[in-house]
């Protein structure tokens, strides 16, 4: 073998080298990426020469091997590329930092469709991280090149000599350091590729078999995919999980290159959204698993893929640096996540209601924290309604019908039923509610955050015509301060709040004086409660409640004021603790109830027994009691001991009336 030359390594910046050897990546599996995408470059290189007639012959069909030598500690990545030739060895191996692709794809550049992934220089000495010796060889595609043979062992010194191969393209060969011997297990490389190599558009080999899927999704037309397609890859990047609700196709090269796809998963509570999930490639070379800088922070929860090279990264791949472009790829994320929702509720108005549960914690989120995503979102923010719908008939908006293809029959497809979830449950828009309630309630927004516990009092606002949102999502309770402050003109009280004049009616027996006590009827009622509870702090208030059937209606209710209740809900959220019920709040007594006028009369027994108490007193007292723990049940306002006086009350009570 004929030495060509023996010399030192030339380091751009001095005494870089020992930094690549050991600390430029952080994870010593990195050179096989490196390697792989070195041997992509080449390959894709071979390509553009080909194009501008500069190859003679036909190159061939595209490859990488892998080959292992468990014995002698070796791996070596080998493709059928561009190869170098020995000045080009010289240039780009031995001068560390000098990007050979840069250099390129700037003689090349009318052929900007072959992406050449290197443009550093430094990618090639990863291996020295994991090698005790690295050897090169190479043949140039250039006719009657001849082909050469480089070798370091990890110091500055190198040795370049002839070689005798044969066919264009070029093998890099590490012989492993000891304690770096698991990267001559065929399992482990075969889990690196998937990793890092799986989209590379060149297949890569190993013991025969190829190893990659070579098949990038996102850089595909999206009009040449179906909804399986979309599917099948999500299944492929997420094993296990549920399918996504809709996705979103990006791919723009003006004013950056960009290609990916984006998922909207079905939020589960154990679902870290502060984390990100999406998988960040750079020309199909896989990069990181989190790229919280390009992606808003409320749409962390997304899952898939973008591909970028006009993302700058670190040295090492391994990080993003910061910039105005990182910022302006964030805000065209976002707007095509808004376009697609859009898109989705004016054509597919079903699908997205179907969705909305959880895509709508993203719009909510997303509109609290971006006011550029807020203004193309805030027309497709929905709430579920106890609103029917049936007003659209009743002429506020005219129902359409239209004949179906088969000419036999009328589908109705009036905005009502677009409304609608599989449940027959019905959406709304904020504005269209305000419009809608004009009359009934204008600029006043009655609401329910927990539709069980608040359920007596949504079916009161119910029965007397009024219109309740429901605002149950985690996020809602912030969400409700940012809508009175895009609507400075509107109220929002939800249903337990206080009872609008609507829900009241004027008892006009309640006002009558008793000659006996010289008391109204409300009156002795609030004496009564307020004497069983015997609590300073709870506000009792006689209403008569207003309905077609007062049997069907609460004998009282427990109301905890608006401006209070998110007072104490802050202090809770800043102290990191649950959000305790209030001593004070308001006992609302509906005289309207057959249950509250009979107590009247129980509290007026005329038996006295010897101890000065009368049997009819006591049992009033604890039907009081009674009636205030079922309001305060009806609230969750129960502590352990709260429910266990409630069920002895309830024993005493129970015992009383059957006591004969």
């Known amino acids: 073998m004929t030495v060509l030359e023996q010399g030192q390594i030339t380091i751009h910046t001095e005494n870089i080298f020992p930094i690549i050897k050991k600390s430029l990546y952080t994870d010593h599996e990195i050179f096989l990426r490196e390697l792989v995408s070195n041997a992509v470059d080449a390959i894709q290189k071979l390509k553009m020469v080909s194009y501008s007639g500069e190859v003679d012959g036909d190159v061939g069909e595209p490859e990488i091997t892998i080959s292992l030598d468990k014995n002698n500690k070796t791996l070596s990545v080998s493709d059928n590329g561009i190869g170098m030739t020995v000045e080009e060895v010289k240039k780009y191996i031995n001068q560390v930092a000098f990007s ?31 090698a005790k010796k690295v050897e090169v060889d190479t043949l140039s595609y250039q006719a009657g090149a001849q082909a050469v043979h480089w070798s370091c062992d990890g110091s500055p ?4 000599s002839e070689s005798d191969r044969s066919q264009r393209g070029t093998t890099v060969t590490l012989t492993l ?5 698991e990267y001559v297990e065929p399992a482990r490389i075969r889990q690196l590729v998937k990793t890092y190599c799986d989209f590379m558009p060149v297949p890569i080999k190993m013991e025969g078999e190829e190893i990659n899927s070579h098949q990038a999704l996102w850089k595909q037309s999206p009009q040449n ?11 492929y990047l997420y094993p296990f999980q549920e399918d996504p609700l809709l996705w979103v196709h990006l791919k723009t090269d003006y004013p950056f290159l960009l290609n990916g796809i984006l998922y909207f998963p079905k939020l589960k509570p154990d679902v870290d959204v502060t984390k990100g999930h999406i998988k960040l490639f750079c020309n199909q070379v896989f ?49 095509k996540i808004a376009d697609r929702l859009n898109e989705l509720y004016k054509e597919q108005r079903s699908e997205y209601i179907r969705c909305w549960q959880d895509v709508g914690t993203f719009v909510k989120f997303g509109s609290l924290n971006n006011d550029k995503f807020k203004k193309q979102v805030e027309d497709i923010i929905l709430y579920r309604t106890t609103d029917t719908g049936e007003s659209a008939s009743q002429g506020e908006t005219p129902e359409v019908e239209v004949q179906s293809q088969e000419d036999d029959a009328w ?24 419009e809608r309630n004009k009359v009934k309630h204008e600029n006043h927004v009655f609401y329910c955050t927990d539709e069980a516990a608040q359920a007596t009092y949504v079916e009161l606002h119910k029965n007397q015509g009024l219109e309740v949102l429901f605002m149950d999502s985690f996020i809602d309770t912030h969400f409700i301060s940012f809508l009175e402050q895009e609507y400075s003109d509107v109220k929002f009280s939800r249903v337990d709040s206080e009872l609008d004049n609507t829900l009241v009616d004027q008892d006009k027996a309640s006002d009558i004086v008793d000659p006996k006590t010289n008391k109204t009827r409300s009156e002795l009622v609030k004496e009564i409660f307020e004497k069983a509870i015997n609590k300073p702090k709870v506000n009792v208030k006689t209403q ?9 209606t609460p004998p009282a209710m427990v109301l905890l004021p608006e401006a209070m209740r998110r007072l104490q809900d802050m202090t809770a959220l800043l102290q990191q603790q649950a959000a305790q019920f209030p001593d004070e709040h308001i006992l609302v007594v509906n005289t309207a109830h057959p249950l509250i006028e009979n107590l009247v009369e ?26 205030y723990d079922l309001a305060l049940m009806a609230q969750k306002g129960f502590d352990a001991q709260g429910m266990k006086s409630f069920v002895e009350r309830s024993n005493q009570v129970l015992t009383r009336l059957t006591n004969r």
């Open 411 to 434: 589908q109705d497809v009036s905005s009502a039923a677009a409304n609608k979830d599989e449940q027959g449950r019905t959406y709304t828009t904020l504005p269209d509610y305000l």
């Open 225 to 235: 995919l179906k909804d399986e397609d979309y599917l099948e890859f999500y299944r």
């Open 287 to 335: 990069v990181s698993d989190h790229c919280e800088e390009v992606i808003p922070n409320f749409l962390m929860p997304l899952r898939g893929v973008i591909d970028s090279p006009d993302i700058p990264l670190n040295v090492s791949r391994s990080a993003l640096t910061n910039d105005r472009t990182v910022r302006r790829i964030a805000d065209f994320i976002a707007k």
């Open 177 to 181: 350091q000891d304690e770096e011997a």
């Open 544 to 552: 008569a409640l207003k309905s077609d059937d007062p049997q069907g």
């Open 602 to 627: 129980i509290s007026q027994g005329s038996i006295v027994q010897g101890t000065g108490s009368s049997p009819s007193g006591e049992l009033a007292t604890l039907i009081c009691q009674h009636v």
């Open 157 to 160: 010194q190198f040795e370049l």
């Open 100 to 130: 050979s692709a840069e250099e390129f794809i700037q003689k090349y550049q009318k052929d900007a469709d072959q992406q050449i992934i290197g443009h550093f220089g430094l990618g090639f000495y990863s291996c020295f991280m994991v």
